[in-house]
Each structure stands twice: as structure tokens, then as C-alpha cells.
């Protein structure tokens, strides 16, 4: 069996477990998390290694929630996403920044943790089980391939809008199979069976990207590189702005260093944008339960 790992992105969870953290809001019968159904769905296909991207103070709390019943499952390694974690030149001249600095970074701090093909995930987003298979399977095949080269897994735009609000999402540009551009679009709401982003409605059938990227460890030391020249060019006034997964491919398409293979899932994304969205994403799973997709308890 070919290793390939799940790297989680969580390094958004708050400081204090409960109290509204939605990557831990009880979504499950049995208090299960979104977390649990996309390791589960992730280990049932294949992948044998779960990276958690979190920060480091919240590691012994993590682990005590949730590292520790998945390492009765399978291998876990943490990788940690600090602010202060830039090439030592630039610690003075971003000293007062407080956010992290985006997805980037967040697969950043996994370098020296994967020699294996690799999978990228939001722990808040539920992907389905489809989405892992076909990742799986893409990032295990011996097709060879040449240059700089990733996958992503692409939603249909129908299966992840809310009923509670604007939504935004990547809408992506494909052709034979090949990522063109994405486009980040913003506010699309579900209105009358339609798509509708800023009064222009959006085809429902288009392919969007929802985070989940098939990567090679030769992308780690690109995001190195890259993650330079973005600190080097960044006003040190600006305290806000993100070395982001999206644009960062995006910008490689646009520069002809990057090909991305474009995989489709036709499966429900569901996700808790809006605190509304909780119960939805609480009937749905029950509702995968009683089609027997997954079992009572995880």
C-alpha cells in the first residue's frame, strides 16, 4: 500500500474548546465532529497518515479532544501555525502582526513532516466520501508526470451553497481536464433555485474549488520560496494580508510553473457558514446514517 497523507488545516480553532468553536460543534449522534466523518471517509479509502495543522498552545488540548482517539486509528503528526513562524529578517519588520498568515503558511509548517503525496483539507468543511476516492486514487497512480503538478478536488457550485446567506467560493475555469483560473467570487446566495453573486447569476453547474488540493512534497519547498518573496514584498503597515492556497496556485497557472488536474465530486459539500447551517448539517449526516453511508457510531 502507497503512503499517502491527510493534512488537516485547523489552526483556526479558538483558544478555549466549546463555547462556539465550530470546528467542534457536535455534529454526529454520538457527539461526532466534522473532523471524525472526513478521517473516516479519508481512512476508508486509503490515506495512512493525518497531519493536524494547529497552533502550538493548543496542541495538549487538541490532542487530549481529539489526537488521541485518532492515534488509536492511525498515524498523527502536528505541525504548528505560529505568526511569528518567518525567516528571522522579517520578525522585526512584521512584529506587530497578530493573524497568521493564511493556508499557505498552514501547509508551510508541514515541511520536513511529508515525503508523501498528500491531500489538503478544511476541518470545518464535509467533503464526502467520493472526494477522497478520487484523490486517492489520483495521488497513488504511477501516471508519470513532468514539471510542477497538483490535483483538485472540484464541488459543483449547487452542492455547496447555504439557504442562510452569501457564500464565497472559487469558481473555477476548467479545460479538458485542466484548471484555468479561478476566480474568487463573493455573496453568492441561493435565491429562487438560482445562483446569484451581486445581482449576475452564476451557472449552478459550475465547477468550484472548496480547499482540497492534491499536492506532491515538491510544492512544499515552492511554498518556500514563494512565501519569501510575499513577505518581501509586503507593506509592513499591512497587517492583514495572506499567503493563501488559492492564489498562490493561481498565480503558478498564470506563470505556466504549475498544471493542475481537475478531479470532480459530485457529492454534497456541507460546511457551517452561517449558525443556522448547524442544524442542516446535523439532519444530513443523519439522514447518510440511515442510507447506511456511515455507521451509528464512528
Avoid at 487530549?64 to 498523527?76: M, T
Avoid at 498544471?259 to 449558525?275: A, C, I, P
Amino acid at each position: 500500500m502507497k503512503n499517502v497523507t491527510l493534512v488537516v488545516m485547523a489552526a483556526g480553532i479558538g483558544s478555549r474548546f466549546g463555547g462556539g468553536i465550530k470546528q467542534l460543534e457536535a455534529m454526529g449522534p454520538n457527539g461526532e465532529i466534522i473532523m471524525d466523518y472526513s478521517i473516516y471517509d479519508a481512512l476508508s479509502v486509503g490515506f495512512n497518515k493525518v497531519v493536524f495543522v494547529i497552533r502550538k498552545d493548543l496542541e495538549e488540548a487538541f490532542d487530549e479532544v481529539i489526537g488521541q482517539r485518532i492515534k488509536q486509528k492511525v498515524h498523527v503528526e502536528y505541525a504548528f501555525q505560529e505568526v511569528g513562524n518567518i525567516p528571522e529578517k522579517y520578525q522585526k519588520t512584521f512584529s506587530e502582526r497578530t493573524k497568521p498568515w493564511g493556508t499557505g503558511q498552514a501547509i508551510l509548517a508541514c515541511k520536513g513532516l511529508i515525503n508523501e503525496p498528500f491531500l489538503v483539507i478544511n476541518a470545518d468543511d464535509y467533503y464526502g466520501k467520493e472526494a477522497y476516492q478520487v484523490a486517492y486514487d489520483y495521488l497513488t497512480s504511477d501516471t508519470p508526470h513532468e514539471g510542477l503538478k497538483a490535483s483538485m478536488v472540484g464541488f459543483i457550485l449547487k452542492n455547496t451553497l447555504s439557504d442562510n446567506g452569501g457564500v464565497t467560493r472559487g469558481v473555477c475555469q476548467v479545460a479538458k481536464g485542466q484548471l484555468v483560473d479561478i476566480e474568487e467570487t463573493h455573496n453568492i446566495e441561493h435565491i429562487n433555485g438560482k445562483a446569484v453573486s451581486e445581482g449576475r447569476e452564476i451557472d449552478k453547474e459550475s465547477v468550484v474549488s472548496m480547499n482540497m488540493w492534491g499536492l506532491y512534497p515538491d510544492f512544499l519547498d515552492i511554498l518556500d520560496s514563494g512565501f519569501e518573496t510575499f513577505l518581501s514584498e509586503l507593506d509592513p503597515s499591512d497587517l492583514k494580508s495572506e499567503y493563501l492556497l488559492p492564489t498562490i496556485i493561481g498565480d503558478l497557472l498564470h506563470n505556466g510553473q504549475i498544471s493542475v488536474d481537475v478531479l470532480t465530486s459530485h457529492d454534497e459539500w456541507y460546511g457551517v457558514t452561517y449558525k443556522e447551517d448547524k442544524e442542516f448539517v446535523k439532519e444530513s449526516i443523519q439522514k447518510l446514517i440511515a442510507q447506511g453511508l456511515y455507521p451509528e457510531k464512528l
